[in-house]
């Protein structure tokens, strides 16, 4: 069973940033792809940005230019760098992962959309 563990999430002002940890309990080397995902409230599930074992990483036409996903292989810690955030950034942020992509689905915001395995998720909340 994967364990995805999630920390880092709070309450910040616009402008400001938070960095999102996403723990896992799995080898990052043997993992088809991970990423973050959010939720707002009233709001669909939507991809956030992904990083596939190939070494891709992909974002959400959002967030470009201010998140940025990273790993520590050594950690199995999956990262959210958020910086410049605004105020529709607020949402809970899940963290995902899939072992193998027996479906051949791209690791990639557009593609990635039904992961297996998920993170109890964590609140972020920008303020104005």
């Known amino acids: 069973q994967v364990q995805l563990v999630e920390s880092g999430g709070g309450s910040v002002q616009a402008g400001g940033s938070l960095r999102l940890s996403c723990r896992a309990s799995?080898?990052?080397?043997?993992?088809?792809?991970m990423g973050w995902f959010r939720q707002g409230l009233g709001n669909e599930r939507e991809g956030v940005a992904t990083?596939?074992?190939?070494?891709?990483?992909t974002y959400a036409d959002s967030v470009k230019g201010r998140f940025t996903i990273s790993e520590d292989n050594a950690k199995n810690t999956l990262y959210l760098q958020m910086n410049s955030l605004k105020p529709e950034d607020t949402a809970m942020y899940f963290c995902?992962?899939?072992?193998?992509?027996?479906?051949?689905?791209?690791?990639?915001?557009?593609?990635?959309?039904?992961?297996?395995?998920w993170g109890q998720g964590t609140q972020v909340t920008v303020s104005s």
């Open positions: 990083s596939a074992v190939y070494g891709t990483k």
């Open positions: 995902a992962a899939d072992l193998f992509n027996p479906s051949h689905v791209g690791c990639a915001v557009t593609d990635w959309v039904r992961p297996n395995f």
């Open positions: 799995l080898k990052f080397g043997s993992t088809y792809c």
